[in-house]
Every structure is written in C-alpha cells, then in structure tokens.
C-alpha cells in the first residue's frame, strides 16, 4: 500500500483531487480558487492529514506549474508596459521598507545579525505568481494596477536577487560591490537580449514556418516549440540568478503578438497545461508549511512579522504609486498585489537555513509567513477592492 502511496501517478491523482477539493472550499466560502487550493493543501499535507509531503517530486511539479502560469500571464503583456520608471520606483521602494522592517523585527525580537538579515531580505520578495492569477481569475489583468504590479514584481525580483547577494556576502565577511555589478550586467544583458531574440527573431520565424508544409502535416509543432522556448528562458534566467518564472514571463511577452493560421492556437494551448500545473503549484504552498512546527514560543514573533510584512509591503509600494498619479484605490491595490511573498521567500529562507545562517524556528517563521501573506491578497481583492468599480487608470503610468 506505501509502495502505491508513492508512486508518482498517485501523487498527481491526489494534488489535482486537491485541486478539485479548493474549488469546491473557494466556491462555499466566496473566495479566489486560490484561497480554497491553498487551504486543502495545508489539509493534506504535513500539517493535518499528512497525505503529501512536499518531496523533490511535488516540487518540481509546482515548480512547473509556476512556469507555465506565468509564460501564459505574459501573453497579455507587451515588453514597453513593464519597462517604466514608474514601475522601477515601486520596486525600489517596495523593497527598502520591507527590508528594514524585517530587520528591525528580527532584532527587537532578540535574534543576532546573520538572522536578522535574512529575515529582512526574505520580507524583500514578491511571488508574482499568485497576485498574477488572481487578477486573471477576476479579468482584471488590463488594469493600469495590474500592469503596475508586474512590472514592479518583475523589477522587484532583481531588486531581492541583489539584497540576497549582499547579505550572502555580508553574513560570510566577503562583501564586494563589484559583485552586485556583476549580477546587474548579467540580468540586464539577459533581459535584453531575451526580449530582442523571442520578439524580433524567434517570434517572426515561427510565423514564417507556420505557412510551412511541416507544421499543416503537425499542427501541434509550433506549440512544443513555443513550450520548449518558455522553458529554455525559465531555466536561462534561473542560470543568471533571476527567478525563473521571470524568464516564463518574458518568454510570454515574446509571444504576445504571435498571429498563425495553420498552427494550432500557443496561448490556447498553455492555458490548458497552466490549469493542471498551476493546480499543483497552489497545492503544494499548502503542503510545504507544517502548522505542527508552529510552537507557543514562536507564535508571537510569527503574527508581529506577518503584519509587519504586510504593512511595509503595502506602504512601501502603495507610497511611489501615489506619487506616479494612481488614485487611492488603485495605490493599495498595487501595495496589497506585491505583498505576497510566496515561494520567493521561502527559497530565500531554505539558502539561509542550508547555510546556517538561520535556525529550524526562523525557517518555520518565514514559511508561515509567506503563507498567510499568500492569503492576505486574494480575500482583500474579492472582499474589499473589487466589489464594486475600480476607479479610472492613472494618468501617470
């Protein structure tokens, strides 16, 4: 029976039950399918039933999912709408306040310096991921907001990229600037250049060999090769240092103006592969935090970071979009999108455990955290933002 348990047909099975199983959860409690998936995947996982556990398989497979959902998220983007200053502004800000935040907690809390900073760097992150598919989910990915977002989150994760180097450097007494320079020349040279070859080059051979004798005998061959376009950017960007969702995504942009008439449809395509995987990457943030590990000793300090990652998130973020001509609204809006941390953090908290720079306690911490401020967002989007109209977009941006 364990050997079943195991196998990898029956941990899909069970993820996509689980999936099934959030819908269901979401759909009762009038809340994002995001929520109720993440809520059934604490149920199964090592916090409650213990079912799944969140092994180099499951990772993968939400790894996976993570790609596929934002090279489909890319398709609605064009390259100039997340190359802004505006967007750079929110970023930078975004990330300061967060930072600090996190590191004063860590110390007022009575941990010693190595924790602290990578207490406040995990607070630097922001998973596009989830805020991403919410905003699709409620058809809001055209908003002036939801374009400010993406852009800042995709600035965001270089901007956290460089804030983990520093404190790597820092922590082992090896801190050298000509280091951060060197991780900027590699992101930027990687952004351009990906965006150049798929745009001018990749995009337009594959519309010439759509009119090809090859792909009206296979239809489904520019397909496979868009997948293997998203992928091979998604692990050229993992390479540079960049998270590789941020290579899926510019992967998407590359195809956002894709026009075949013979091929079948790419984004039609992706979409289908981005409802199954993408299933599974919502599942296995439940699976990953163990609620058994959360102790009395560490629950205060757990709740004061949460709300202090929530709070400097969105007011750092919230802040420059005011300043770049958003409303009210459309500022917390784009502060409460940047404010999970997701996987970002919890990669960020895994290196800093791996290293022994952080202990068993702070890894929960961070764990936990990135999980509530995982939830925070689509329950104050259904529940507070988007009830009603969303005010015009901003002039500014």
């Known amino acids: 029976m364990l050997e079943i348990v195991a196998t990898p047909e029956f941990q899909v099975s069970l993820l996509l039950f689980a999936a099934l199983g959030g819908y269901l959860l979401a759909s009762r409690i009038n809340q994002s399918a995001v929520v109720g998936i993440i809520l059934v995947g604490l149920i199964i996982g090592p916090s409650i039933l213990g079912l799944v556990s969140y092994n180099e398989f499951v990772k993968g497979i939400a790894h996976l999912g993570a790609v596929v959902l934002l090279f489909v998220i890319g398709f609605e983007f ?3 709408d997340i190359l802004k200053p505006a967007y750079a502004l929110i970023a930078l800000i975004g990330v300061i306040i967060p930072w600090i935040g996190g590191y004063a907690t860590a110390v007022w809390s009575g941990m010693d310096f190595s924790s602290a900073l990578f207490i406040g760097t995990a607070l630097t992150a922001t998973s596009i991921a989830i805020t991403a598919n919410v905003l699709a989910e409620m058809n809001k990915l055209q908003t002036g907001p939801a374009r400010a977002i993406i852009g800042a989150a995709v600035i965001d994760d270089i901007l956290s990229l460089i804030a983990l180097a520093i404190t790597g450097d820092v922590v082992a007494g090896a801190f050298s600037p000509s280091v951060i ?7 930027i040279v990687f952004l351009v250049a990906a965006g150049i070859i798929g745009i001018f080059i990749v995009s ?3 519309v010439k060999l759509d009119r090809t004798s090859l792909v009206a005998k296979y239809p489904e061959f520019i397909f496979i ?4 376009f998203a992928f091979l950017y998604a692990m050229i960007a993992e390479l540079v240092g960049l998270s590789a969702i941020v290579g899926a995504f510019v992967a998407g942009i590359c195809f956002e103006r ?3 008439k013979t091929s079948l449809d790419v984004k039609e395509g992706a979409e289908f592969l981005k409802i199954i995987f993408s299933s599974i990457f919502f ?3 439940g699976v990953v935090a163990d609620l058994k590990a959360l102790t009395p000793e560490i629950l205060p300090f757990l709740v004061v970071l949460t709300v202090v990652a929530i709070i400097t998130k969105v007011v750092g973020c919230a802040i420059p979009a005011l300043a770049t001509g958003m409303c009210t609204k459309d500022a917390l809006i784009v502060g409460f999108g940047m404010a999970p941390r997701g996987e970002v953090a ?4 895994l290196i800093g455990l791996e290293q022994g720079y952080i202990g068993q306690t702070v890894f929960v911490t961070v764990i936990l955290m990135s999980l509530i401020t995982t939830l925070i967002t689509p329950i104050v989007y ?3 933002f988007f009830k009603g109209e969303n005010c015009d977009p901003e002039p500014g941006i």
């Not at 320079?181 to 992101?187: G, N």
């Not at 919890?346 to 908290?349: F, G, K």
């Open 78 to 80: 064009k390259l100039q």
């Open 181 to 187: 320079l060197f991780i900027l020349i590699k992101v």
């Open 204 to 206: 337009r051979f594959l």
């Open 225 to 228: 090769f868009a997948m293997m």
């Open 258 to 260: 894709l026009s075949l």
């Open 283 to 285: 599942v296995s943030l």
């Open 346 to 349: 919890m990669i960020v908290a």
């Open 382 to 384: 259904r529940n507070w």
